[in-house]
């Protein structure tokens, strides 16, 4: 099975080539068009503000690209963000192919001590669905860092709550995206990499 991971101008991408190795799965790291047409699996990680980066992709033509794929694709992070509609870091319109905006966390006024932005740390994932997940993933914890997050809507296939409901994860057609990090969150971030690998 061939796997690509997208290069592009973010950082983290190093860290899920390490997590897919330590599962004894190899990957390629590539921005050339053609082999990431031709890979059985696609993910897209990233980390970075939304709209230098989309800047980046449009320039070289990633966006295009990668709403173009018919082979299943995860996005991690500020890929899932960069795979919606349209994200208020930079006030840009993303790639656009799951529905819901991407906006920042807001404090609490008066909790602001624990209702800190970013949300950075371990918390737990409810209401999963999709083969990205299994049953025993429902209530576990995984790690997150980020200061903007994605609306609940149609394409939400887990749910995490800070300060608000989020989508922690995002499913359409043979696109799927975590805003946590699985390369990060431990064996069950590495039960949800093979579930891609292996279910999707």
């Known amino acids: 099975m061939k796997i690509a991971i997208i290069k592009y101008n973010a950082g983290n991408i190093m860290s899920v080539e390490y997590a897919l190795q330590r599962l004894g799965i190899e990957a390629e790291v590539t921005n050339d068009k053609k082999k990431?047409?031709?890979?059985?699996?696609?993910?897209f990680p990233g980390v970075g503000e939304a709209s230098t980066t989309m800047a980046y992709l449009r320039k070289n033509g990633l966006d295009i690209l990668i709403r173009s794929l018919k082979q299943p694709v995860l996005g991690i992070c500020l890929g899932m963000q960069l795979m919606c509609r349209h994200s208020?870091?930079?006030?840009?319109?993303?790639?656009?192919i799951f529905d819901e905006d991407v906006v920042l966390f807001q404090p609490v006024a008066?909790?602001?001590?624990i209702t800190k932005v970013p949300h950075m740390g371990w918390n737990d994932v409810t209401n999963v669905k999709?083969?990205?997940?299994?049953?025993s993933i429902e209530g576990?914890?995984?790690?997150?860092?980020?200061?903007?997050?994605?609306?609940?809507?149609?394409?939400?296939i887990a749910t995490c709550n800070y300060i608000l409901p989020f989508s922690a994860a995002m499913h359409k057609k043979n696109f799927y995206a975590t805003q946590f990090h699985p390369e990060?969150?431990?064996?069950?971030?590495?039960?949800?990499?093979?579930?891609?690998?292996?279910?999707c």
């Open 36 to 43: 990431i047409l031709a890979a059985d699996k696609v993910i």
């Open 88 to 96: 208020t870091e930079g006030n840009v319109d993303c790639i656009g």
């Open 110 to 113: 008066g909790q602001e001590n």
């Open 130 to 135: 999709s083969p990205l997940f299994d049953k």
């Open 140 to 156: 576990q914890y995984v790690y997150f860092v980020h200061s903007y997050y994605a609306t609940l809507g149609t394409d939400t």
């Open 184 to 199: 990060k969150s431990g064996p069950v971030g590495a039960r949800i990499i093979q579930n891609f690998v292996e279910k």
